[in-house]
């Protein structure tokens, strides 16, 4: 079984930076990749980027490229997103997702198999 736990979420000024975690516990296998969603209220869940967890290629929403970084720590089984340049519009739920068996980077809710339980991001103005 596979669970994912997000953390660092929080209340930020815009411009501000914020870096989020997702520990997975469990196994992992060089086929996964690691995606990052968002949830702004009122709207779809929306994809934000993914990583592979065996090489560390990434892959970013345009809303984000440029301002957002996905690492990982193979060690930890810890994948994080450093989020830089931070505004309003970036306020939302965000959510670490697992696709066990990745082709190529997916940016969409059916890629990903399993998910974590969201950590709340506001950014004020």
């Known amino acids: 079984q596979v669970r994912l736990v997000e953390s660092g979420g929080g209340l930020v000024q815009a411009g501000d930076s914020l870096t989020l975690a997702c520990v997975i516990n469990?196994?992992?296998?060089?086929?996964?990749?690691i995606g990052w969603f968002r949830q702004a209220p009122g709207r779809e869940r929306e994809f934000v980027s993914a990583?592979?967890?065996?090489?560390?290629?990434?892959r970013y929403a345009d809303s984000v490229k440029g301002r957002f970084i996905a690492r990982r720590d193979n060690a930890k089984n810890t994948v994080y997103l450093l989020m830089n340049t931070l505004s309003p519009e970036d306020t939302a739920v965000y959510y670490c997702?697992?696709?066990?068996?990745?082709?190529?980077?997916?940016?969409?809710?059916?890629?990903?198999?399993?998910w974590g339980q969201g950590t709340q991001v506001t950014v004020s103005a």
């Open positions: 997702a697992v696709d066990t068996n990745w082709i190529s980077l997916g940016t969409r809710d059916h890629d990903y198999d399993y």
């Open positions: 469990g196994r992992t296998f060089s086929t996964w990749a």
């Open positions: 990583i592979s967890w065996s090489s560390g290629i990434t």
